[in-house]
Nanobody
Framework: QVQVVESGGGLVQPGGSLRLSCAAS????????MEWYRQAQGNQRELVAGITSGGSTNYADSVKGRFTISRDNAKNTVYLQMNSLKLEDTAVYYC??????????????WGQGTQVTVSS
């Protein structure tokens, strides 16, 4: 059994910063890609940023230069540092991890989401 849990969301003013965390736990052997998605009300879920086990990263054009994704492999945790937040960054942010469990199966596990609200 594996679990992915996000934390760190909240209310912030435009121009402010937040740091999201996502920890995977359970019978995990390894994790390959870890990604952050977001879904604003009325919109489809979209990829925000991703990072491989080797540290290669990719970002949506809308967040390049403002958001930074990083991971701590020893802790099975991925972070999303969000700076210069804009009103349009308001959404529920979800973490996804592709992982190999000790039962020999690969899982694509999603967290429950954390709300980020940018408002003055």
């Amino acid at each position: 059994q594996v679990q992915v849990v996000e934390s760190g969301g909240g209310l912030v003013q435009p121009g402010g910063s937040l740091r999201l965390s996502c920890a995977a736990s359970g019978s995990i052997i390894s994790i390959t890609a870890m990604e952050w998605y977001r879904q604003a009300q009325g919109n489809q879920r979209e990829l925000v940023a991703g990072i491989t086990s080797g540290g290669s990263t990719n970002y949506a054009d809308s967040v390049k230069g403002r958001f930074t994704i990083s991971r701590d492999n020893a802790k099975n945790t991925v972070y999303l540092q969000m700076n210069s937040l804009k009103l349009e960054d308001t959404a529920v942010y979800y973490c996804k991890a592709d992982l190999l469990s000790r039962d020999g199966r690969w899982y694509r596990s999603w967290g429950q989401g954390t709300q980020v609200t940018v408002s003055s």
